[in-house]
Nanobody, 125 residues
Framework: QLQLVESGGGLVQPGGSLRLSCAAS????????VGWFRQAPGKEREGVSY????????YYADSVKGRFTIARDNAKNTVYLQMNSLKPEDTAVYYC??????????????????WGQGTQVTVSS
């Protein structure tokens, strides 16, 4: 079982920034497709961003496009989610997930077999 640990969440004012980290242990995260998801209270899980393995592309939900950036640091075995211009509606628990094979419907999360424990992001003044 892959181990993923998220960090970097917290309380930030609207318009602020946070950088979430998804660190892997015991395996090379570079081999895996990695996604970021979020779930707000009373809402369904939402796919936020996804980065393919092997230097493939990155994808974003329309709600975060232009504000969030996903990136890998293979030397640190970590995938980051840089979140800028945060809005109150970005408030949620954010999870990272990984798998070797992910289809075009990555945003459903159903193809991801390994998940982290989540980190809370709260955007409020």
């Amino acid at each position: 079982q892959l181990q993923l640990v998220e960090s970097g969440g917290g309380l930030v004012q609207p318009g602020g920034s946070l950088r979430l980290s998804c660190a892997a242990s015991g395996f090379s995260l570079a081999r895996f497709n990695v996604g970021w998801f979020r779930q707000a209270p009373g809402k369904e899980r939402e796919g936020v961003s996804y980065i393919r393995n092997g230097g493939g592309g990155a994808y974003y939900a329309d709600s975060v496009k232009g504000r969030f950036t996903i990136a890998r640091d293979n030397a640190k075995n970590t995938v980051y989610l840089q979140m800028n211009s945060l809005k109150p509606e970005d408030t949620a628990v954010y999870y990272c997930a990984a798998d070797l094979r992910v289809g075009s419907d990555w945003y459903t999360g159903t193809d991801f077999g390994s998940w982290g424990q989540g980190t809370q992001v709260t955007v409020s003044s």
